[in-house]
T-cell receptor, first 112, second 114 residues
Framework: EPEVTQTPSHQVTQMGQEVILRCVPI?????FYWYRQILGQKVEFLVS????????KSEIFDDQFSVERPDGSNFTLKIRSTKLEDSAMYFC??????????FGPGTRLTVT | AQSVTQPDIHITVSEGASLELRCNYS??????LFWYVQSPGQGLQLLLK??????LVQGIKGFEAEFKRSQSSFNLRKPSVHWSDAAEYFC????????????FGAGTQVVVTP
């Protein structure tokens, strides 16, 4: 099954700046997810998004994070004021036919 | 709370030898179980999945996994590894009947020697 694409592949930003990470599904899907992987650590769930609403979020997903699907196609993750500890690989995933998830290639975010 | 444990952080295997990666889970009901592979600098690729039925599931790239409810395990196996199998492997658990979050294990790094 087709997966998702993510842009940019690498983003470097200064602490305190806002970043927007984008996820573009190949075809129409209803379920989307964001995960992150800090270097050397396990993949962590951030948020799930269904039918244009957040369905579940983790403790990591605090007020500085937001998600939206502004044009019905792109699915974005915004970090309002980045911190050094936000440096990580961010993965978008879309739901499959039977609860599996298909991941994009990821965006490496480096906060300096 | 659900959790996933991958006891082996790092495994070295010779090309052509068999490979088994361990995964143990903790979950209140029967979970959905997955194995993903991540090559360096790449995303996560779904290798195989278990939802119900036959406890031995086949995946891509010649991998298979066996669900053992009594042992709360979902170990991944490959009879003969290829150099291209060098990667990090993640076991993940999801809630039954839900498109909810996946909980990942810490991963097992597989090194393949000639």
């Amino acid at each position: 099954e087709p997966e998702v694409t993510q842009t940019p592949s690498h983003q470097v930003t200064q602490m305190g700046q806002e970043v927007i990470l984008r996820c573009v599904p190949i075809s129409n899907h209803l379920y989307f997810y964001w995960y992150r992987q800090i270097l050397g650590q396990k993949v962590e769930f951030l948020v799930s998004f269904y039918n244009n609403e957040i369905s579940e979020k983790s403790e990591i997903f605090d007020d500085q994070f937001s998600v939206e699907r502004p044009d019905g196609s792109n699915f974005t993750l915004k970090i309002r004021s980045t911190k050094l500890e936000d440096s990580a690989m961010y993965f978008c995933a879309r739901g499959g036919m039977r609860y599996e998830q298909y991941f994009g290639p990821g965006t490496r975010l480096t906060v300096t | 709370a659900q959790s996933v444990t991958q006891p082996d952080i790092h495994i070295t295997v010779s090309e052509g030898a068999s490979l088994e990666l361990r995964c143990n889970y903790s979950y209140g009901a029967t979970p959905y179980l997955f194995w993903y592979v991540q090559s360096p600098g790449q995303g996560l690729q779904l290798l195989l999945k278990y939802f119900s039925g036959d406890t031995l599931v086949q995946g891509i790239k010649g991998f298979e996994a066996e669900f053992k409810r009594s042992q709360s395990s979902f170990n991944l196996r490959k009879p003969s590894v290829h150099w291209s199998d060098a990667a990090e492997y993640f076991c993940a658990v999801g809630a039954q009947d839900s498109w909810g979050k996946l909980q990942f294990g810490a991963g097992t790094q597989v090194v393949v020697t000639p």
